[in-house]
Every structure is written in C-alpha cells, then in structure tokens.
C-alpha cells in the first residue's frame, strides 16, 4: 500500500504542472490582460472588454498606443509609465521565465499579492473559505443523510410504487439546473412574489453581533437554508440512484441467498451483511462529492445569494485578469483535488481492509 502510495503522490507533480502549463498558455492569448484593464480605467472606459470589442469607437484607441503598441488604448499615456507597470506585474520578463518564477515561489507556498485588492492571495482564499465550506458541508451532509436511507428503501422495494414515483421525482430534481432552482427559491420564499420566509442575501444579519449565542445558531441557519438547498439539488438526486443500486447489486448475490435461507431476519441481513458491502462506493466517494459540491454550484449559487465566497471570488478574479489570484487558486485547489483523489482511494480500504491495490496492480 505504501509503494502505490508514493506512486500516486509523484503522479501529482506532472499532473498538477501539466494543469498550470495549459492554463497559463492560454493566458497569453486571451486579450484584456491586467495592464489592459488599468489603462482602460484611467481611459474612464470602466472595463477593458468595452474597449475591445467596441468596434465602432474612435479609432485612435483601436491599434496604437504611446510607444507601446501592445496595449489597446494606451493613447495619451506617457511610455515610462506603461514600462513601470509592466516592471510591476512581471510583464518586462519573457513568458517562460514567468512562468518558472511563478512554479518556483508556488513549490513554496508563496501564492504573492492580488493586483487589485493589496492583499495576500492565501489570506484573500481564507477570507472567503468559510462561505464555500459552510455551502459544499452542509449540502454533502445531507445529501448522505437523505439519500442513503431513500436508497436503501428503494432498493428493499424495487419496482414498487414506492419505487416509481420517489424514482420520478429524483429524475426530475436533477434535470432541474442548480441556478434555476436557486431562483425558484428565492421568488417563492424570499420575498420575491409570494412569501417572505428567508433572507435574501448573506450568511449573517446586520444586528449579528448583537445577537446571543443561541440566535447566531438560529440566525445562520436561517440564511443558509435556501443556498444549501439549491446546492444539494443534484448531488441527492446522484446518490439516491447510486445507493439503491449498490444495494441491489449486493442484493442479488450468493451470500444473501444463504444468510436468508439461516433464518436471518430481513433487517439483520440488509443492516448486518449487505450494508458495508453495498456502502462501499458511497463512502469511500464521500470526499469526491465533498469536493464536486464544493466547486461544481458555488459559483452560481454564491452569485444568486450574494455570497462573498470562493466561487464569486474566482470570478472576479478571472473577469479583472488578477493572475495571482487566478492562478494561485488554481494551484491550491488543483492540488487539493489531486490529493483528495488519493484520499477516496484510502477511504474504501478503510471502509473494507480486503481491498489490496498492490494485489490489483500485480
């Protein structure tokens, strides 16, 4: 186990180097970069993708620059100042070099400085960690404690009516898009057009501080309850199926036969034999879905609810072209994924020792 481990573990670097390879290739060919972005504010043209794609503007601002044609609308603004900038961000230096001083400082675990925001890159994600791992938690939570028990009920009544309508309405549930089912929330139960029930933006409200221990409980359940509910959406829909047909699987086979035919109650032998064969793939997934709700809506959701997470975070990052950030995180997280794939596979052999990957790899 130890030798495909350490596989596994060297397996990351060329992934993990192959990830920031493409991505920062692709960098350099996407218009509007950081530079950009600054001369466009100081133009009073707000966003550099307006400059861009304008078309029609004056054509002065369309293919020259002062002493530097590189930067679209540059016009006017003296060339010492655009070598200074580029000095600042690293753009006087060739891409390769760049990018091997960027790898060399993230081996290091020096993520540097947003462009935009004067503050760390790890400080700025610890800033917004909390809101994603509240939303990807507490979704993962009970997406398990839901679905497991309607799994398993379904698979003791398959072909049931039981069976057909819970069955009906999961298909449904995951054929509805995260974002669209965020908005159905908020129009029925936000105040949108029939109920003010819940909040309709943030994790806390204004009076928090004021509030006693007991009503900051109540009050943050209060407003997560509508973002995690459109989170889990899909992920309850995933692991009601896959349980049910774990269970089914484990079922149909021999040893059931036999436990049965001992006199074995129902119970006994669903809870006492088939349970941690059939929970196998449930369990040991648990840090990948952990993970895919942690990324997969936090985006859209955080967006729709006004939450100032990591999703928002990255694409703010992405649309003002703050590199540091953008490729900071993508480092972080890409490694955290990688690592997390290592840590699925060490989950099934502690949920069942009998899994040997040696033995499977020989």
Do not use: C
């Amino acid at each position: 186990m130890g030798a495909y481990i350490l596989r596994r573990l060297l397996l990351v670097i060329p992934t993990l180097l192959g990830v920031m390879i493409i991505n920062f290739t692709l960098t350099q060919f996407v218009p509007g970069g950081p530079i950009e972005q600054i001369i466009a504010n100081m133009q009073g043209q707000g966003d550099v993708f307006a400059t861009i794609a304008g078309g029609t503007g004056d054509a002065e601002f369309g293919n020259q620059t002062a002493g530097n044609d590189e930067y679209v609308g540059a016009r006017g603004l003296p060339p010492e100042f655009i070598e200074r900038l580029e000095k600042q961000f690293g753009f006087d230096k060739p891409p390769l070099e760049r990018f091997l001083n960027m790898m060399w400082d993230y081996m290091r675990f020096d993520f540097g400085e947003s462009y935009f925001r004067s503050i760390g890159v790890l400080d700025l994600v610890w800033e917004k960690l909390p809101v994603s791992i509240t939303l990807g938690l507490w979704s993962t939570i009970i997406a398990y404690a839901v679905s497991i028990p309607l799994g398993i009920r379904k698979a003791v009544r398959d072909g049931s009516g039981f069976d057909t309508w819970t069955s009906g309405i999961i298909i449904v549930a995951y054929a509805i898009p995260g974002f669209l089912f965020a908005i159905l929330l908020l129009v029925l139960f936000a105040g949108g057009s029939y109920w003010q029930v819940f909040p309709l933006r943030g994790l806390t409200s204004d009076n928090w501080e004021s509030l006693s221990w007991f009503g900051k409980i109540v009050d943050y359940f209060w407003h997560i309850t509508l973002p995690v509910l459109a989170s889990t959406i899909s992920a309850f829909a995933t692991l009601t199926l896959l349980t049910k047909n774990s269970f089914l699987d484990e079922i149909k086979k021999q040893y059931v036969i036999t436990a049965k035919a001992k006199g074995l109650t129902e119970s006994r032998v669903l809870y006492g034999h088939v349970f941690r064969n059939a929970m196998l793939i449930v369990i040991a997934g648990f840090p990948s879905v952990f993970i895919g709700v942690f990324f997969g809506g936090s985006l859209i959701i955080e967006t729709i609810f006004s939450l100032d997470g990591l999703g928002r975070l990255g694409f703010e990052a992405a649309v003002a072209r703050d590199y540091p950030v953008i490729f900071g995180t993508l480092f972080f997280f890409g490694l955290l994924g990688l690592v997390i794939g290592i840590l699925s596979d060490l989950m099934y052999v502690f949920v069942d020792p009998r899994i040997d990957f040696e033995v499977r790899e020989t």
